[in-house]
């Protein structure tokens, strides 16, 4: 009888707890920065887009909810022609973010998406694409792969020597 | 005219203590549980009482083909008009009663008793195995609770020379009942807590949360009338015990004595949310087992004690 007359007490102490409620649209959760909420694009420090639809994040989706394909500018840079993410199916598990090379596509802490159509799930590149760098600023794929392709001369990558002119080795 | 506006106000108290208690109880609840109730739908969640009313009337109202049509539309009835009627002998204030019985707690127990049919009748025409076992479990506690709940009300009615609540209210102007009347008032509670199956004495709704329950073929404002139902049953339950045990609407006169009643009842009302909140649910033998061992010969020797002091004080 005892213990049931504590419960009861104990229980009505907890009046003067405060509530863990978290009253959600008025105040948001945290949400750490590589919490794997909404996929975009992103660009490099020159503002040109990082992406160079090498179809890496397509392939590695475990869901399959990329859809993308490459093209060329005049100067030979590949970019993606259209880049469509269907986030009715995406699974937010991050491979692709593993996987690109570039660091073209990142995850970031947004996940307030809903919608009422099931269409305006679908995110073109236009939807995906921001402005800024994401989570990894400073790195320019280009600089770092030695890849040339019109945006950057011979030897001017970050780990490259500049190339040496045999004839000038001659005795 | 005077008698008419009585019997509308009583019963547009009653009724809004009831439907109001469908947003006290969430917020009361989860006061004691470190969350917020409902406070979304109106100012404070208010309106989540509207919002509950018309998702029932809006419900599928389907009576099944194989259920015993007129017992099963009938069954929720019978429950809301046994506790109505008992709000008729209750007094809220020195004149604010519809009737006042000479055997009012007679009137109360029997009413109380009919109650019971609601849930048996409702378990029975449901035509469904697991109805009729909550049915029955049902009927069972209730029968033994209600045993040693006419019990416990003999001392009081020995204390005020009367059954008629009024004169109960009356003689409790030296001093409140609750305190030479204490085991009285404890059994009382627990019987009362036992005849409205609430927490900790759920079984008959328990088993709804588990199979099915004597309202598992219940929808719409059929099964509202039943969740109205029990509402009412708590308040007259509290009304009771602040009548009996608590002196009524006796209190210090710089308030209405309407305020003192309900004031009494609704600490009464939070008391069974407290219990509700707090305790949890033992098994249906172990319920029996305290009904009859326990709370019976405790009933008794609270009459039998009370009996030998007021004869030897006479």
Same mark, same amino acid.
């Given at each position: 009888?005892?213990?049931?007359?504590?419960?009861?007490?104990?229980?009505?102490?907890?009046?003067?707890?405060?509530?863990?409620?978290?009253?959600?649209?008025?105040?948001?959760?945290?949400?750490?920065?590589?919490?794997?909420?909404?996929?975009?694009?992103t660009r490099d420090e020159e503002?040109n887009?990082r992406?160079?639809?090498?179809?890496?994040?397509?392939?590695?989706?475990?869901?399959?909810?990329?859809?993308?394909?490459?093209?060329?500018?005049?100067?030979?840079?590949?970019?993606?022609?259209?880049?469509?993410?269907?986030?009715?199916?995406?699974?937010?598990?991050?491979?692709?973010?593993?996987?690109?090379?570039t660091y073209a596509?990142?995850?970031?802490?947004?996940?307030?998406?809903?919608?009422?159509?099931?269409?305006?799930?679908?995110?073109?590149?236009?939807?995906?694409?921001?402005?800024?760098e994401?989570?990894y600023p400073g790195y320019n794929f280009y600089m770092n792969a030695?890849v040339?392709?019109?945006v950057k001369?011979?030897?001017e990558g970050k780990?490259?020597?500049?190339?040496?002119?045999?004839?000038?080795?001659?005795? | 005219?005077?008698?008419?506006?009585?019997?509308?106000?009583?019963?547009?108290?009653?009724?809004?203590?009831?439907?109001?208690?469908?947003?006290?109880?969430?917020?009361?609840?989860?006061?004691?549980?470190?969350?917020?109730?409902?406070?979304?739908?109106?100012?404070?969640?208010?309106?989540?009482?509207?919002?509950? !009313?018309?998702?029932?009337?809006?419900?599928?109202?389907?009576?099944?083909?194989?259920?015993?049509?007129?017992?099963?539309?009938?069954?929720?009835?019978?429950?809301?008009? !046994?506790?109505?009627?008992?709000?008729?002998?209750?007094?809220?204030?020195?004149?604010?009663?519809?009737?006042?019985?000479?055997?009012?707690?007679?009137?109360?127990?029997?009413?109380?008793?009919?109650?019971?049919?609601?849930?048996?009748?409702?378990?029975?025409?449901?035509?469904?195995?697991?109805?009729?076992?909550?049915?029955?479990?049902?009927?069972?506690?209730?029968?033994?609770?209600?045993?040693?709940?006419?019990?416990?009300?003999?001392?009081?009615?020995?204390?005020?020379?009367?059954?008629?609540?009024?004169?109960?209210?009356?003689?409790?102007?030296?001093?409140?009942?609750?305190?030479?009347?204490?085991?009285?008032?404890?059994? =009382?509670?627990?019987?009362?807590?036992?005849?409205?199956?609430?927490?900790?004495?759920?079984?008959?709704?328990?088993?709804?949360?588990?199979?099915?329950?004597?309202?598992?073929?219940?929808?719409?404002?059929?099964?509202?009338?039943?969740?109205?139902?029990?509402?009412?049953?708590?308040?007259?339950?509290?009304?009771?015990?602040?009548?009996?045990?608590?002196?009524?609407?006796?209190?210090?006169? =710089?308030?209405?004595?309407?305020?003192?009643?309900?004031?009494?009842?609704?600490?009464?009302?939070?008391?069974?949310?407290?219990?509700?909140?707090?305790?949890?649910?033992?098994?249906?033998?172990?319920?029996?087992?305290?009904?009859?061992?326990?709370?019976?010969?405790?009933?008794?020797?609270?009459?039998?004690? !009370?009996?030998?002091?007021?004869?030897?004080?006479?």
């Open positions: 009888m005892f213990s049931i007359l504590r419960s009861i007490w104990l229980t009505f102490l907890h009046v003067f707890h405060k509530t863990e409620t978290v009253e959600y649209p008025e105040v948001k959760p945290y949400l750490a920065p590589r919490y794997r909420g909404r996929i975009v694009l503002k887009e992406c160079v639809a090498c179809y890496l994040c397509a392939a590695v989706c475990p869901v399959d909810c990329i859809s993308l394909q490459a093209t060329a500018d005049e100067s030979g840079r590949r970019y993606p022609e259209f880049f469509r993410i269907n986030f009715s199916r995406c699974i937010y598990c991050g491979f692709c973010e593993e996987a690109c090379p596509i990142q995850l970031i802490p947004d996940f307030e998406m809903a919608e009422y159509d099931r269409q305006n799930m679908v995110y073109e590149k236009q939807h995906l694409l921001i402005s800024g994401g989570k030695g040339d392709m019109g001369g011979k030897g780990f490259e020597e500049v190339p040496v002119d045999v004839k000038e080795l001659m005795p | 005219m005077k008698y008419l506006l009585i019997i509308a106000g009583v019963l547009l108290i009653v009724l809004s203590i009831a439907a109001g208690l469908i947003w006290v109880e969430r917020r009361l609840l989860s006061v004691w549980q470190d969350r917020l109730g409902p406070n979304r739908v109106g100012p404070f969640g208010l309106a989540q009482v509207i919002a509950d !009313t018309l998702k029932l009337l809006f419900k599928e109202d389907w009576v099944p083909s194989f259920s015993d049509r007129p017992v099963f539309i009938m069954a929720p009835g019978i429950l809301m008009i !046994t506790i109505l009627l008992t709000f008729a002998v209750i007094p809220f204030g020195p004149n604010f009663y519809v009737f006042d019985s000479n055997i009012g707690i007679l009137f109360f127990l029997g009413n109380s008793s009919l109650g019971v049919y609601s849930i048996v009748l409702g378990g029975w025409a449901s035509n469904n195995k697991y109805s009729l076992i909550g049915a029955m479990r049902a009927s069972a506690q209730m029968l033994t609770y209600e045993v040693f709940m006419g019990l416990s009300l003999m001392g009081v009615v020995m204390m005020a020379d009367s059954f008629s609540f009024c004169a109960i209210v009356e003689a409790q102007k030296g001093g409140w009942f609750f305190i030479p009347q204490f085991f009285g008032f404890i059994v =009382f509670f627990i019987a009362g807590i036992a005849e409205t199956h609430r927490l900790p004495f759920d079984i008959p709704e328990a088993e709804g949360e588990l199979v099915a329950g004597y309202h598992s073929e219940y929808s719409g404002m059929k099964f509202g009338m039943f969740f109205v139902g029990e509402y009412l049953g708590i308040t007259l339950i509290s009304a009771i015990i602040a009548t009996l045990f608590f002196g009524g609407w006796l209190g210090p006169s =710089f308030l209405p004595p309407v305020f003192w009643f309900l004031l009494k009842t609704f600490f009464f009302i939070g008391l069974f949310i407290l219990l509700r909140a707090s305790l949890p649910r033992p098994r249906y033998d172990q319920l029996m087992k305290l009904g009859w061992k326990v709370l019976l010969p405790l009933a008794l020797l609270n009459l039998l004690v !009370t009996g030998a002091v007021l004869l030897y004080m006479k």
